[in-house]
Protein backbone atom coordinates (compact mmCIF):
# COMPACT_ATOMS: atom_id res chain seq x y z
CA UNK A 1 0.00 0.00 0.00
CA UNK A 2 0.88 3.48 -0.71
CA UNK A 3 2.23 6.26 1.93
CA UNK A 4 -0.46 8.86 2.30
CA UNK A 5 0.91 12.53 1.52
CA UNK A 6 -1.95 13.90 3.15
CA UNK A 7 -3.95 12.08 6.54
CA UNK A 8 -7.56 11.07 4.77
CA UNK A 9 -8.88 13.36 7.64
CA UNK A 10 -7.67 15.96 6.07
CA UNK A 11 -9.26 15.54 2.70
CA UNK A 12 -12.51 14.52 3.60
CA UNK A 13 -12.33 17.76 5.62
CA UNK A 14 -12.06 19.76 2.47
CA UNK A 15 -14.75 18.05 0.70
CA UNK A 16 -18.60 20.28 0.82
CA UNK A 17 -21.72 19.74 -0.22
CA UNK A 18 -22.68 22.20 -2.49
CA UNK A 19 -25.70 22.83 -4.86
CA UNK A 20 -26.35 19.12 -4.29
CA UNK A 21 -22.61 18.14 -4.86
CA UNK A 22 -19.55 16.90 -2.99
CA UNK A 23 -17.07 19.35 -4.01
CA UNK A 24 -13.69 20.55 -3.51
CA UNK A 25 -12.37 24.42 -3.81
CA UNK A 26 -9.56 25.50 -6.38
CA UNK A 27 -7.45 27.50 -2.84
CA UNK A 28 -7.64 23.75 -1.31
CA UNK A 29 -6.52 21.90 -4.23
CA UNK A 30 -3.67 24.11 -4.56
CA UNK A 31 -2.61 24.43 -1.12
CA UNK A 32 -2.85 19.83 -1.58
CA UNK A 33 -1.11 19.91 -4.95
CA UNK A 34 1.34 22.68 -3.47
CA UNK A 35 0.91 25.42 -6.06
CA UNK A 36 -0.85 28.70 -6.23
CA UNK A 37 -4.94 28.59 -6.75
CA UNK A 38 -3.68 31.07 -9.48
CA UNK A 39 -1.60 28.50 -10.85
CA UNK A 40 -4.38 26.32 -10.83
CA UNK A 41 -7.09 28.29 -12.44
CA UNK A 42 -4.76 28.98 -15.35
CA UNK A 43 -4.77 25.56 -16.30
CA UNK A 44 -8.17 24.95 -15.95
CA UNK A 45 -8.86 28.00 -17.96
CA UNK A 46 -6.54 26.65 -20.76
CA UNK A 47 -7.86 23.74 -20.56
CA UNK A 48 -12.01 24.68 -20.13
CA UNK A 49 -12.99 22.07 -22.69
CA UNK A 50 -12.39 19.29 -20.19
CA UNK A 51 -14.13 20.84 -17.35
CA UNK A 52 -18.12 21.50 -18.25
CA UNK A 53 -20.75 22.53 -15.43
CA UNK A 54 -20.92 18.57 -13.79
CA UNK A 55 -17.11 19.20 -13.12
CA UNK A 56 -16.98 22.44 -12.03
CA UNK A 57 -18.94 25.21 -10.89
CA UNK A 58 -18.16 28.53 -9.59
CA UNK A 59 -19.57 29.67 -6.64
CA UNK A 60 -21.60 32.60 -6.04
CA UNK A 61 -20.25 35.25 -3.62
CA UNK A 62 -22.66 34.11 -0.88
CA UNK A 63 -21.85 30.58 -0.93
CA UNK A 64 -17.77 31.25 -1.22
CA UNK A 65 -18.40 33.44 1.76
CA UNK A 66 -20.34 30.82 3.52
CA UNK A 67 -17.47 27.65 2.52
CA UNK A 68 -14.76 30.65 3.54
CA UNK A 69 -16.37 31.37 6.83
CA UNK A 70 -16.83 27.93 7.60
CA UNK A 71 -13.25 27.40 7.48
CA UNK A 72 -11.86 30.50 9.10
CA UNK A 73 -14.25 29.59 12.89
CA UNK A 74 -13.08 33.48 13.93
CA UNK A 75 -14.66 35.44 10.93
CA UNK A 76 -18.12 36.95 12.40
CA UNK A 77 -20.95 36.92 9.61
CA UNK A 78 -21.10 40.00 7.68
CA UNK A 79 -17.12 41.16 8.65
CA UNK A 80 -14.60 41.01 6.71
CA UNK A 81 -15.35 38.34 3.68
CA UNK A 82 -13.37 40.23 0.81
CA UNK A 83 -13.25 37.53 -1.97
CA UNK A 84 -10.50 38.77 -4.60
CA UNK A 85 -12.10 36.03 -7.39
CA UNK A 86 -15.06 33.73 -7.10
CA UNK A 87 -13.83 30.53 -6.16
CA UNK A 88 -14.10 27.43 -8.39
CA UNK A 89 -15.62 23.83 -6.69
CA UNK A 90 -14.47 20.87 -8.37
CA UNK A 91 -16.74 17.82 -8.48
CA UNK A 92 -15.28 14.21 -7.70
CA UNK A 93 -14.83 14.05 -11.71
CA UNK A 94 -13.46 17.43 -12.10
CA UNK A 95 -11.05 16.38 -9.62
CA UNK A 96 -10.22 13.31 -11.54
CA UNK A 97 -9.93 15.65 -14.64
CA UNK A 98 -7.38 17.51 -13.17
CA UNK A 99 -4.89 15.14 -13.04
CA UNK A 100 -4.97 15.39 -16.62
CA UNK A 101 -3.98 19.17 -16.98
CA UNK A 102 -1.35 19.12 -13.38
CA UNK A 103 1.60 17.27 -14.35
CA UNK A 104 3.50 17.34 -11.13
CA UNK A 105 4.61 13.88 -9.09
CA UNK A 106 2.90 15.76 -6.11
CA UNK A 107 -0.58 16.43 -8.06
CA UNK A 108 -0.73 12.63 -9.08
CA UNK A 109 -0.08 11.41 -6.14
CA UNK A 110 -2.18 13.36 -3.96
CA UNK A 111 -4.90 12.91 -6.89
CA UNK A 112 -5.14 9.59 -6.10
CA UNK A 113 -5.02 10.04 -2.35
CA UNK A 114 -8.54 12.26 -3.11
CA UNK A 115 -10.18 9.54 -5.14
CA UNK A 116 -9.75 6.62 -2.68
CA UNK A 117 -11.39 9.56 -0.03
CA UNK A 118 -14.04 10.44 -2.18
CA UNK A 119 -14.81 6.57 -2.70
CA UNK A 120 -14.38 5.67 1.28
CA UNK A 121 -16.92 8.69 1.87
CA UNK A 122 -19.81 7.36 -0.91
CA UNK A 123 -18.94 3.43 0.35
CA UNK A 124 -19.73 5.15 4.27
CA UNK A 125 -23.13 6.70 3.24
CA UNK A 126 -23.93 3.65 1.09
CA UNK A 127 -23.60 1.15 4.16
CA UNK A 128 -25.46 3.84 6.44
CA UNK A 129 -28.23 3.73 4.13
CA UNK A 130 -28.14 0.13 3.73
CA UNK A 131 -28.16 -0.40 7.75
CA UNK A 132 -31.29 2.01 7.58
CA UNK A 133 -32.80 0.10 5.28
CA UNK A 134 -32.48 -3.41 6.75
CA UNK A 135 -33.71 -2.45 10.36
CA UNK A 136 -36.97 -0.74 8.34
CA UNK A 137 -37.29 -4.16 6.82
CA UNK A 138 -36.70 -6.16 9.96
CA UNK A 139 -39.27 -4.13 11.64
CA UNK A 140 -41.98 -4.69 9.40
CA UNK A 141 -41.44 -8.67 10.03
CA UNK A 142 -41.34 -8.42 13.51
CA UNK A 143 -44.41 -7.35 15.67
CA UNK A 144 -44.85 -4.84 18.47
CA UNK A 145 -41.95 -6.44 20.94
CA UNK A 146 -39.66 -6.11 18.77
CA UNK A 147 -40.68 -2.20 18.74
CA UNK A 148 -38.54 -0.79 21.41
CA UNK A 149 -35.47 -2.69 20.29
CA UNK A 150 -35.58 -0.64 16.98
CA UNK A 151 -36.54 2.47 18.31
CA UNK A 152 -33.25 2.69 20.28
CA UNK A 153 -30.96 1.01 17.84
CA UNK A 154 -32.30 3.68 15.04
CA UNK A 155 -31.98 6.40 17.73
CA UNK A 156 -28.31 5.12 18.17
CA UNK A 157 -27.67 5.99 14.57
CA UNK A 158 -29.35 8.93 14.08
CA UNK A 159 -27.83 12.58 14.74
CA UNK A 160 -29.42 14.20 17.62
CA UNK A 161 -31.82 16.91 17.00
CA UNK A 162 -30.74 19.35 20.05
CA UNK A 163 -27.95 19.05 22.36
CA UNK A 164 -28.21 16.59 25.29
CA UNK A 165 -29.71 18.11 28.82
CA UNK A 166 -27.14 18.78 31.26
CA UNK A 167 -27.64 15.76 33.98
CA UNK A 168 -26.71 16.31 37.94
CA UNK A 169 -26.47 19.38 40.43
CA UNK A 170 -24.19 22.95 39.93
CA UNK A 171 -22.89 24.10 43.07
CA UNK A 172 -23.97 27.97 43.62
CA UNK A 173 -21.38 30.18 44.07
Known amino acids: MSKEIVPHEVLASKIFLIRGHKVM?????????????????????????????????????????????SQNATLKKGRGMHLKYLPFAFTENGVAMLSSVLNSERAIEVNIQIMRTFTKLRELLNTHADLRRKLEEMEKKYDYQFKVIFDAIKSLISTPDEPAKKIGFTAKS
Open 25 to 69: LDRDLAQLYGIEPKRLNEQVKRNRKRFPPDFMLQLTKEEGANVLR
